[in-house]
């Protein structure tokens, strides 16, 4: 070995291998003999590091330094190798019926990893950066609707449905349903059920329960989120929900007959002609298991077993930007038997139901050059797909786009032909250059579009009607005319607009002008009376009513109330008959006293009015009430009370 290696070895041992001479008895002068004395004055230093360090001593230095080089290497290797950047292979899936959607699904559920590499990840950990902010006798009883729905004849799920003699009450908090008879002071519950738990998870009262009572008053439909709990659940992800069918023609003896099953999130449901259109989300989890259908396929369970949906119903855009499907189920009310089960990939928008199609939608952006070398638009866009329900099956025809995005169900609405959309636009400006691109936030505003529902065609439009920078807030139709409201949030200001669609080839619109607020719901009174519920310009609850007068919206009354309210449309009771309009608030009344009630409003010549307001603890949400011959009956999942109004 060459003199410099033995130096490198003998330095990097030295600290160590002084401290074992030290130690041993050898090395100790004084207990050397005198001939051995003698001997080690006249070695060379040479020699005392040779016999300092024998060759064993030197092999072990160097397997202890190749163990240190080798996990030096190891640790380096862990360190920076990179991160994959791409999805994980699906090839091995090729032989699939729903390969072509395992592909898809396998892309835009990737999630690329937030750092390069474990030194990067390890690095960001130890220091993180801060960034700023960028009954008895049946032929007595007949139902009556309570719930004010969005199009006549075509019945929502609710929590509280009724007959001329009981009220029914869906109480999702206790999982029960609540049967009332209507007997003014003297109302009491008469009959309950409760729901029965599946093992494998939990209801969750937290989520929108909802439930239909059949005209004939025999059956009563249950819609319950379920939470999962069991990993080995027959379904995938971590929600489904259950249609749960009950016989109630004896409610002293309720029965259950039926549940159904289906994979994802409740979104909303349609009762028409006997069949029930119920419409949910499934989505597919990062990282999900494309072996086993579950976890990237909608599913339906019935006591018949499991079924996947078919791929002839499986429905996806040629670009898919969302895992989310949209699944939309007809199921014969009294027999429960499921009629259609098709699923829209990407599709999780707001869902419109008309007499003759349930309107599937969806979001996406396109990307328009410009004629600057390096900008581009990018415009929000709505795809809408309409499903024909009447028949034996679902029938899924061409779909047509507008600009824009929805804000919920009521920015749709079919009439005589037509279907009509207002949506919020948003163009942004992307710029790019050889390397990177940069998205401006764009400006809003509002559009509204008419469709010829048979041709798939625009054939009228109002574009940025609002000032821009202001988004849609609410929307309702009535026959030919529309009405808007728009705000620019931040402000808390809002105009409402009035638009006039008889003529589609000359739109007449009318606005109120600026107006401290804005209604999350707008609801047509009659008579030419249109009322706002929502917020003035603090964040307190304000009911607002409007006429439109030659020509211009007018605010005709307002009235505002220091708490918060349920922005819910299905919580709120509306009486067009008697002109009156009831909510659930929290905070302060009419009268200064701060609680938790349930407040009734007169709108009678668009006057504003407190009938009653009486303590109701509960959720907002989940607070329904209905007048019955002058008195109120008001419910939520703590208490129920009676008032006498009128």
């Known amino acids: 070995m060459k003199d410099n290696e033995k130096r490198l070895f ?17 090395n100790d002068y004084n207990l050397l003999l005198p001939t051995e004395r003698e001997h080690k004055k006249t070695m060379s230093k040479r020699e005392i590091r040779k016999a300092k360090n024998p060759p064993e001593t ?25 991160y994959r950047t791409t999805p994980p292979s699906v090839a091995r899936f090729s032989r699939s019926e729903y390969y072509s959607v395992i592909q898809k699904l396998n892309s835009v559920t990737y999630v690329k990893p937030k750092y390069k590499n474990n030194f990067d990840k390890l690095i960001n950990n130890l220091f993180p950066l801060k960034f700023g902010a960028a009954p008895d006798n049946m032929e007595h009883i007949e139902y009556v609707e309570t719930t004010d729905n969005q199009v006549h004849g075509i019945i929502e799920g609710d929590l509280l449905k009724r007959s001329n003699e009981n009220i029914f009450y869906l109480n999702s908090a206790k999982k029960r349903l609540e049967i009332y008879g209507i007997d003014k002071e003297n109302t009491q519950k008469t009959a309950e059920y409760e729901i029965k738990t599946n093992p494998s998870g939990y209801y969750s009262p937290y989520t929108e329960w909802e439930m239909f009572l059949s005209t004939d008053l025999t059956t009563v439909t249950v819609i319950a989120p379920y939470v999962i709990l ?4 027959i379904f995938g992800g971590k929600n489904f929900y259950e249609i749960i069918t009950l016989d109630i023609s004896d409610i002293k003896s309720i029965k259950e007959v039926a549940r159904v099953g289906v994979s994802g999130q409740y979104n909303t449901s349609r009762l028409v002609d006997g069949n029930l259109l119920v419409i949910s989300n499934f989505t597919v989890q990062s990282g999900a298991n494309f072996a086993e259908e579950k976890e ?12 996947t949906v078919e791929l002839d119903n499986l429905y996806m855009p040629d670009t898919v930007t969302s895992s989310t499907y949209t699944v939309l189920c007809k199921i014969d009310q009294k027999t429960s038997k499921v009629e259609g089960f098709t699923s829209f990939l990407s599709y999780s928008n707001a869902v419109y139901v008309s007499h003759d199609y349930a309107y599937i939608t969806r979001s996406y952006s396109q990307k328009v050059p410009t004629e600057q070398k390096n900008k581009n638009l990018i415009l929000s866009k709505t795809e809408i797909i309409p499903v024909s329900y009447g028949g034996d099956a679902l029938e899924v025809k061409q779909s047509i786009s507008v600009d ?13 032909g037509n279907l009509r959309v207002v949506t919020t636009t948003n163009e942004r400006i992307e710029m790019t250059n050889s390397t990177t691109s940069s998205v401006q936030n764009g400006t809003t ?11 798939r065609q625009i054939i009228a439009k109002v574009e940025k009607f609002a000032p821009d920078g202001e988004s849609v807030q609410s929307v309702r139709f009535e026959k ?10 931040v402000e808390l200001t809002d105009p409402v607009f009035f638009i006039d669609l008889t003529d589609l080839n000359d739109i007449k619109i009318a606005d109120s002008g600026v107006i401290d607020g804005y209604s999350t719901s707008l609801v047509n009174f009659g008579n030419g009376i249109l009322l706002g519920i929502g917020v003035e310009k603090f964040g307190s609850f304000k009911l607002e009513t409007y006429a439109v007068v030659d020509g211009k919206v007018d605010s005709l009354d307002s009235l505002v109330l220091d708490g918060r309210y349920a922005e819910n449309y299905k919580s709120y009771y509306i009486d067009r008959e008697n002109q009156l309009v009831g909510l659930g608030i929290t905070g302060h009344n009419s009268k200064d006293k701060y609680g938790n009630w349930y407040c009734l ?3 009678e010549n668009g006057l504003l009015t407190e009938k009653t307001s009486f303590a109701l603890d509960g959720n907002n949400q989940n607070k329904r009430a209905v007048l019955i011959d002058g008195y109120l009956y008001a419910f939520s999942e703590k208490e129920y009370k009676v008032e006498k109004v009128l």
């Open 230 to 233: 069991n990993p080995d659940s």
């Open 58 to 82: 030197l092999f072990k230095r160097k397997i202890r330094w190749g163990v240190c080089l080798s996990l030096v290497l190891i640790l380096s290797l862990w360190l920076f190798i990179p």
């Open 445 to 455: 505003n509002a559009s509204l579009f008419v469709v010829d529902v048979e041709n």
């Open 10 to 26: 003998n330095a990097i041992g030295e600290i160590d291998d002084s401290y074992i001479e030290d130690a041993s008895p050898e």
């Open 404 to 416: 824009g995005n929805l804000l919920n169900q009521y920015s749709l609405d079919e009439y005589e």
């Open 480 to 489: 030919n005319y529309a009405y808007v409201c728009t705000a620019l949030v």
């Open 296 to 307: 990237f396929l909608p599913q339906i369970k019935t006591a018949d077993g499991v079924k």
């Open 601 to 603: 409003f007169g709108v």
